[in-house]
Nanobody, 117 residues
């Protein structure tokens, strides 16, 4: 059974930092492209950051470039999202996503990030 479990969300003040982590199990992790998505109330789910299976290629939403950094550890089956200079508009439920060969896709349950003073 494939599981993606997110952790690290919470309440942070504007300008602060959080580090999200996702641990995967039940799949051949090194084969999967990994991503972080987020969904704010009343909005569609959007891509935040993605990293290729081998870890060499990353991409970011324009709104997170320069502030967020995605990384992965294929030995530990984890993907992290370091979020700096957080803004109230970053408030959302953040999801971990795994995709293999555009055929298999899995989602975590999400972790809440709230940026507020």
């Amino acid at each position: 059974q494939v599981r993606l479990v997110e952790s690290g969300g919470g309440l942070v003040q504007p300008g602060g930092s959080l580090r999200l982590s996702c641990t995967a199990s039940g799949l051949t992790y090194r084969l999967y492209d990994m991503s972080w998505y987020r969904q704010a109330p009343g909005k569609e789910r959007e891509l935040v950051a993605a990293i290729a299976s081998a870890g060499g290629t990353t991409r970011y939403a324009d709104s997170t470039k320069g502030r967020f950094t995605i990384s992965r550890d294929n030995a530990k089956n984890t993907v992290d999202l370091q979020m700096n200079e957080l803004k109230p508009e970053d408030t959302a439920l953040y999801f971990c996503n795994a995709v293999w060969d555009q055929r298999l896709e899995y989602w975590g349950q999400g972790t809440q990030v709230t940026v507020s003073s």
